[in-house]
């Protein structure tokens, strides 16, 4: 007698194979690149037939731009800090914003990888490269929102002077802390050069005149967005 298949079942199949393909894509192309991944080399790296990826992403392109999708979710996710545990000086907070992003990075090396491959590489084509500067115009959201929030202890003002003033820097810091250490896990003394750089020149606009004509920028004193 056959046993009945249940009604869910062939979803949560699909929805494993497309995990598998992700999986693999993240893996291919951020060691090998964009352009030297094949849909033959993502096959077989897989295990499921190259009609399956198309099935589920029209085109090796729509493929890229679902790993970084899911890859950008998942990182933006692990380095996010929870508001609720916030703590009340600003270099506190600031220690657990870097110490999040860390922790990103610890667990999300091959997405990294794969960003920073396309950014440096020229790796594909325009398609691809728009799909890069969405992440990045995101992560740079992130860490003004976290500066927001590390030093809103400050008072609101002085928080959005260096939050205007700082996340360019503190996103080129994090880049370079994940880039130096060859897309490992930093050390906890490097990480703690950076929380300790960003403090001093938060410090600095602090105790410095305002500047004129920065930049206007709406945005949440919360790191998760919204107030």
Known sequence: MAVP????????QGERSREEILDAAERLMGTRGYAATSISLLAKASGLPPSSIYWHFGSKSGLLGAVMQRGARRFFA????????????????LALLVGRVVSGMREHPRFLRL??????????GHDQHEAVAGVRAEARGLVRRGLLWAYLPWG???A???????????QALFDGLFLTTAGGTPSAAVARDVEAALHALAEQVRDG?????GPA????????GGC
């Open 209 to 213: 005149p305002e500047r004129s004509g």
């Open 78 to 93: 692990a380095a996010t800090p929870d508001p609720p545990a916030s703590p009340p000086e600003p270099r506190e907070r």
């Open 160 to 170: 959005r002077r260096v939050a205007d003033e700082l996340t360019d820097t503190a």
């Open 5 to 12: 298949v249940p009604p869910h079942a062939p979803a949560a």
């Open 217 to 224: 920028v709406s945005a949440g004193l919360s790191p998760r």
């Open 156 to 158: 609101e003002p002085l």
């Open 115 to 124: 960003v920073a491959f396309l950014l440096l590489g020229g790796d594909g």
